[in-house]
């Protein structure tokens, strides 16, 4: 929990304390009102239930194309640049690191056609929604 965060409401600050989720505020505009419950339904953020959910509430529930699209810029949007900026570097790290050991072990030609857009979008649009409902939902921004 982030005792010291100065946005989180007493109500998510408790709800964070006691792992539990308050009622989703309905300030919230509709779509993310309807992710929420589905996160619910789902099992919460363990999404422990999610295969009771079609594929349609699955897919909603867990994928962000906005996200995916925007990646940190849309989680900075979203008052979550910490998170944001941590997987941008730990994207670019992840891909310097697969670039030296392809490189190393001598498959460095094979580089010049791949593109890692794809697991970019993935990373970003897989996690955006679980981490706006820490945010919202359990007062969990982050680290640091």
């Known amino acids: 929990m982030n005792e010291g965060t100065p946005f989180a ?13 308050t ?13 929420f419950a589905l996160i619910e339904r ?28 925007f990646g940190p810029f849309y989680y900075i949007a979203k008052g979550m640049w910490k998170k944001g900026l941590a997987y941008w570097g730990l994207g ?4 310097l690191v697969l670039e030296t050991l392809v490189t190393v072990a001598g498959f460095g030609h094979l580089l010049s056609r791949v593109h890692y857009t794809g697991a970019w979008v993935a990373l970003f649009a897989m996690m955006a929604n679980r981490d706006y409902y820490k945010k919202v939902m359990l007062g969990d921004n982050g680290w640091l």
């Open 9 to 21: 409401t007493p109500q998510a600050a408790s709800a964070a304390a006691s792992g539990t989720p």
């Open 23 to 35: 009622a989703v505020p309905t300030d919230l505009p509709k779509v993310w009102q309807k992710r």
């Open 42 to 69: 789902a099992g919460g953020l363990k999404l422990t239930k999610l295969k009771d959910l079609s594929f349609f509430e699955r897919t909603a529930c867990t994928f962000n194309l906005l996200a995916g699209l």
């Open 92 to 95: 670019i790290a992840g891909i």
